[in-house]
């Protein structure tokens, strides 16, 4: 996409989601440099209100009445109901049996239609066409849609704004469409910025599709944070990770647990463990940064790292 997708989606949101701040990580982190994109405090919980508003207001009127139809890990799919409720439209939301109840607290909370179905998202996904086909609504995919990579790249627009001299973006990687959007909206601005992409070891899609050159299905995997766990990305997605993406790195699986704990305690936030995984990505060295600014894309809040009442 051309630079004006960004910025077009950005006015388009504008009123819809929060303007997150840039959040030092210092005193409470090791990193002087070291900053904390918060869309944890983003509206619906997560980044995913961007790209869901950004989809849902492009859809033409006379079709947005019929509704709107996904399938979610939980962050689009809270996304999408919020949007609906607040835009007075239908909305019918798949999410995978390994969805948190607090996701599924979210999308029903928003007067969403939830269903469950699906041990990985690619099954929840097929559902979500049978739904969108018996009921008209319109199919948004949840990241690899030009709307929705378009909405996510919002963050890498705020990033630059409040911080131009930034050297390096950390981001969690599930199915690829907050990276592809961030990644490719800092590129078009300032290409010397370097975007590292994380992922665990237990799910390593966009790991695995760069050293093949080419996609790749994972066909079996264990991992303790699922919503990241997409078996496979897309064309659209894979084609910008490639171009825009300097660096893929994976994080043990007994790592995001503890840096979600450790935000809790350092900072306050209460992060999922999606976002604790870029965190503990530069906690433990995984990704390589040097002295410059660093910023740490925190993509959705949770209760993982809060201690048990």
């Avoid at 005193?27 to 849902?56: D, H, I, M, T, Y």
């Avoid at 041990?119 to 929705?148: I, M, Y």
Wanted: some cysteine.
């Amino acid at each position: 996409m051309d630079a004006s997708a960004y910025t077009d989606a950005a006015a388009r949101i504008a009123g819809h989601v929060r303007r997150t701040p840039l959040v030092p990580a210092a005193p409470a982190g090791e990193r002087a440099n070291l900053w904390f994109k918060p869309e944890c405090l983003q509206v619906s919980g997560s980044f995913k209100a961007r790209g869901a508003f950004n989809s849902v207001l492009s859809i033409p009127e006379e079709k947005r009445a019929n509704g709107v139809v996904t399938a979610s890990g939980g962050n689009f799919g809270a996304a999408i109901a919020y949007a609906a409720e607040r835009l007075g439209i239908p909305a019918r939301v798949v999410v995978m049996t390994g969805s948190t109840e607090l996701a599924r607290d979210r999308i029903r909370s928003f007067g969403a239609e939830l269903h469950v179905i699906g041990e990985h998202w690619d099954l929840s996904w097929e559902a979500g066409k049978e739904l969108a086909a018996e009921s008209g609504g319109t199919l948004l995919h949840p990241f690899a849609e030009d709307p929705v990579i378009a909405g996510q790249g919002t963050i890498g627009l705020e990033i630059l704004d409040e911080m131009p001299d930034v050297e390096t973006v950390v981001v969690s990687i599930g199915g690829g469409g907050l990276i592809s959007g961030i990644a490719e909206a800092i590129k078009q601005r300032r290409p010397g910025v370097r975007v590292i992409g994380v992922e665990t070891t237990g799910c390593p899609t966009l790991y695995r599709a760069r050293e093949a050159g080419h996609i790749v299905m994972i066909e079996s995997f264990v991992t303790n944070v699922p919503i990241l766990a997409a078996r496979t990305t897309e064309p659209i997605n894979f084609e910008i990770v490639e171009r825009c993406v300097d660096d893929l790195v994976l994080v043990p699986e007994d790592e995001p647990i503890e840096a979600a704990r450790w935000m809790w305690r350092s900072t306050g936030l209460a992060v999922e463990l999606g976002a604790a995984t870029a965190v503990a990505a530069v906690r433990n060295g995984h990704a390589r940064i040097g002295d410059g600014k660093t910023v740490v894309v925190l993509c959705g809040s949770g209760n993982d790292g809060l201690p048990p009442r």
